[in-house]
């Protein structure tokens, strides 16, 4: 069927914009990858379930993609701006591992989170030390009309492109306030292109340059690599709304350098809002933080996360906690449970047509990816007892090419983790739930009463006439 405009919000415009393709047959989408010096927590984790989600309604709107998503293993500082330890280097001489080593490790870890998330791999996972000549070659082309040189490195003079900072629409407040000051620089929203390692200081990683043996800035290698693989002009660029402030204006500013116009780089710049807890917007700053593995470990499926992603805009802030995330949990196994009953009910039925809501589902997804409004059309389709519920089944798993929740495949089985802190085997419960559904069906409320004591003391809580079927769950 023929699917409706998509409209998506422009960070740089601040308008919801008709998106129109540069190229038809090739999307270019680049997405701002990870710094790999420690796990993702679930608020960095936000950021790729929103980007999956906008490849996924361009995929189903037809579109043919090309989806790069950088990782960077050097370069980015402990400040978003140009003072403070290199990440990556504090990182390794913390724990006292090889550099290397480390980057491969957390970078591994982040594609399994990815996994996990069922976010779709992209089209590269180009790696930040594997393009430092093209960061070199970048920088020289720029330099002699928009750089100068100062003791440690080289850095970008933000006044010679025009209306530096659009994006942010901050320079004078939230933005600038986070870019510390560094003797010499022209004007405080100046940002390095290139480091240049003090003496005697013993990096890990640096390399020769013109100016000065070092290593690049964290902004160089965004501008470097979408030009790579997507060309001087692409179609979206996306990221955490906290790169709107200064990573961002930093990438529009180098790139209007290279190209000598006022080309920003994406036709469309997007950014998705932060997860927060009660105590603030998540953050790895404090040292204890919340990883996708934290949730596992609580007994929590990763898709209830995804699915707790969708059931807010993207654009909007989320509001973290267990509560939330035990609802996520349930309404997945709904869904699951609702896949199970209508595969069972096989083919025939009523003649209904499911296509006005393909039409509305369409239509909440183009409104700039409006998945809180495709939820509640999607149950309402379920249990809409005019439609075969083998149509029903087909355009639920047909639009769950958008959601990402694997509908078609998983079971609510799937969606029971133990906690790491059972001290009780599943076989064991099952048996004892077992014993127990005997004693009440003898009427033996005293045995009844004693297994679930027993259950209760071993972290399992029994949940009689739960409506789902689940009948126990790990108390936590």
């Known amino acids: 069927m023929t699917r409706s405009p998509t409209t998506l919000y422009n960070s740089l415009s601040r308008l ?35 980007t999956d989600t906008l490849s996924r309604v361009l995929t189903w709107k037809g579109y043919p993609l090309t989806h790069i998503i950088n990782i960077t293993d050097v370069g980015h500082l402990t400040s978003d701006a140009d003072v403070g330890d290199d990440k990556m280097e504090a990182a390794a001489r913390a724990s006292g591992q ?18 996990d998330l069922n976010i779709r791999p992209p089209s590269k996972f180009p ?12 920088g020289e082309a720029i330099a002699e009309k928009h750089c100068y040189q100062l003791p440690d490195g080289l850095y970008f003079d933000t006044s010679t492109v025009p209306d530096y900072g659009r994006l942010a629409r901050s320079q004078d407040d939230a933005g600038e306030s986070r870019i510390d000051p560094v003797a010499g620089k022209r004007h405080p929203q100046d940002f390095a292109i290139w480091r240049t390692s003090a003496p005697g200081e013993n990096r890990q990683m640096e390399w020769d340059s013109p100016w000065g043996r070092g290593a690049p800035g964290w902004h160089l290698e965004c501008s470097v690599m979408s030009k790579q693989y997507l060309g001087e002009t692409f179609d979206i660029h996306t990221g955490g709304i906290d790169h709107r402030e200064i990573h961002h204006p930093n990438e529009i500013a180098q790139n209007q350098a290279h190209c000598d116009c006022g080309d ?16 603030g917007k998540m953050s790895k700053s404090g040292g ?63 003649s209904g047509s499911p296509r006005d809501y393909y039409a509305r589902l369409d239509a909440a997804v183009s409104d700039d990816l409006a998945t809180p409004r ?4 999607l149950d309402e389709l379920l249990a809409d007892k005019r439609i075969a519920p083998a149509d029903r089944l087909d355009t639920l798993v047909d639009f769950d090419a958008v959601l990402g929740l694997d509908l078609g495949t998983i079971r609510r089985e799937d969606l029971r983790i133990r906690p790491v802190t059972a001290t009780i085997d599943e076989a064991t419960i099952a048996a004892r739930l077992s014993d127990r559904r005997a004693a009440r069906a003898a009427k033996d409320f005293g045995t009844s009463d004693a297994i679930r004591d027993e259950l ?21």
């Open 16 to 50: 919801l914009e008709t998106f129109t393709p540069i190229d038809p047959t090739n999307v270019g989408i680049y997405s701002c990858g990870p710094t790999v010096y420690n796990y993702a927590h679930i608020g960095n984790l936000r950021a790729y379930v929103f």
């Open 98 to 115: 090889d550099i290397w080593a480390i980057a491969k490790h957390y970078t591994d870890a982040f594609k399994q989170n990815l996994v």
């Open 127 to 138: 790696l930040a030390t594997d393009h430092i000549d093209g960061m070199i070659a970048f």
């Open 264 to 279: 920003t780089g994406a036709t469309l710049w997007m950014h998705n809002n932060f997860l927060v807890e009660r105590s």
């Open 288 to 350: 204890a933080f919340t990883t996708l593995q934290t949730l596992v470990d609580r007994g929590f499926h990763p898709l209830a996360y995804r699915l707790m992603c969708l059931q807010a805009h993207y654009r909007s802030e989320l509001e973290f906690s267990w509560e939330n995330l035990a609802a996520a949990q349930t309404r997945l196994k709904r869904l699951a449970m609702t896949v199970e009953t209508l595969a069972a009910r096989g083919p025939g039925g009523p």
């Open 374 to 377: 495709a939820l509640p059309i």
């Open 456 to 476: 209760a003391a071993a972290g399992v809580e029994v949940m009689d006439g739960d409506s789902l079927g689940w009948d126990w769950k790990i108390a936590l």
